[in-house]
């Protein structure tokens, strides 16, 4: 059974960091792209992040990142602890939202991808 369960998010001031996590259960992280996608009241779902694996490797990885984000977020994955991590830094009240974890297959990234399973979503607020 596939399952992927974020960690908690929160409250942060402009201009700060945070880190998000995603525990990936049920299938390898290999085999997956692993994104993350947030929702912000009255927006659309926008795709934010993505990691998969290149060419079937373990160790290099391919990244997508949107426009909105690139150069503050950095997605990695830890395939030993089956985690996929957001770190999000110099965030925004635009940043403000519930991410979400999702897994899809293939394993590739590109813009506006469709994710086939989902994490239950956790809210990230950014405000001073």
């Known amino acids: 059974q596939v399952q992927l369960v974020e960690s908690v998010g929160g409250l942060v001031q402009p201009g700060g960091s945070l880190r998000l996590s995603c525990v990936a259960s049920?299938?390898?992280?290999?085999?997956?792209?692993i994104g993350w996608v947030r929702q912000a009241p009255g927006n659309e779902r926008e795709g934010v992040s993505c990691?998969?694996?290149?060419?079937?490797?373990?160790?290099?990885?391919?990244?997508y990142y949107a426009d909105s984000v690139k150069g503050r977020f950095t997605i990695s994955r830890d395939n030993t602890k089956s985690t996929v991590y957001l770190q999000m830094d110099t965030l925004k009240p635009e940043d403000t939202a519930v991410y979400y974890c999702?897994?899809?297959?293939?394993?590739?990234?590109?813009?506006?991808?469709?994710?086939?399973?989902w994490g239950q979503g956790t809210q990230v607020t950014v405000s001073s």
């Open positions: 999702a897994a899809g297959f293939p394993p590739s990234c590109e813009p506006r991808r469709e994710y086939e399973y």
């Open positions: 049920g299938f390898t992280l290999d085999d997956y792209a």
């Open positions: 990691i998969s694996s290149a060419d079937g490797s373990t160790y290099y990885v391919n990244t």
